[in-house]
């Protein structure tokens, strides 16, 4: 699988490159310091994996997730890595994979990578579905692609309906309400 790396800082990409080969598979084809070079080697290599720096020379990562979601025509992880956790929030709201801290830590390394493997394998391309995940503990984690998280305690029996906000006054036939 091709992944590419967008980072302004050599030592970071040569640190990320040095623990990817832990992976076989996974075949850094291209890296690059900006977002203009990063969005050129990725329209030339179509990776299905991307490591992306937050702050860019020329642009944000979030800046360029936005102009990258409307160009790409393939299925692609982006997975944010950057030393700053203000990130991670506005890094998710705009449809990223997956967030790293640097220093890249190997566990969490391998916590992306599995994730990346499973979301592949299943089919699911489009990270930016809403989806519902169940833990041992008996709580729902509810992720959707409103920016909005919930976690909720199930007891007994609980019906839980997530639907858009409705402008009805109450004059009218819908169920919405």
Not at 84 to 102: I, Q, T
């Amino acid at each position: 699988m091709n992944a590419i790396i967008i980072d302004d800082t050599q030592t970071a990409i040569d640190n990320l490159i040095e623990k990817l080969q832990k992976y076989p598979d996974v075949n850094v084809v291209a890296t690059a310091g900006t977002g203009e070079e990063g969005l050129e080697m990725i329209m030339r290599h179509k990776p299905e994996l991307l490591f992306l720096d937050v702050e860019l020379p020329d642009m944000t990562g979030i800046e360029f997730l936005s102009q990258f979601n409307d160009q790409a025509e393939w299925p692609c992880y982006v997975v944010i890595y950057t030393a700053y956790s203000d990130y991670m929030l506005p890094a998710f709201r705009n449809k990223a994979f997956d967030f790293l801290l640097k220093p890249v830590d190997d566990k969490e390394l391998d916590t992306v990578i599995s994730r990346f493997y499973e979301e592949r394998e299943n089919g699911k391309a489009d990270v930016a579905k809403d989806e519902i995940v169940k833990n041992n503990e008996g709580k729902l984690l509810f992720y959707t692609n409103t920016v909005d998280f919930r976690l909720i305690q199930i007891r007994g029996y609980l019906r839980v309906l997530l639907r858009p906000r409705h402008a009805c006054l109450g004059g009218c036939s819908c169920r919405m309400r």
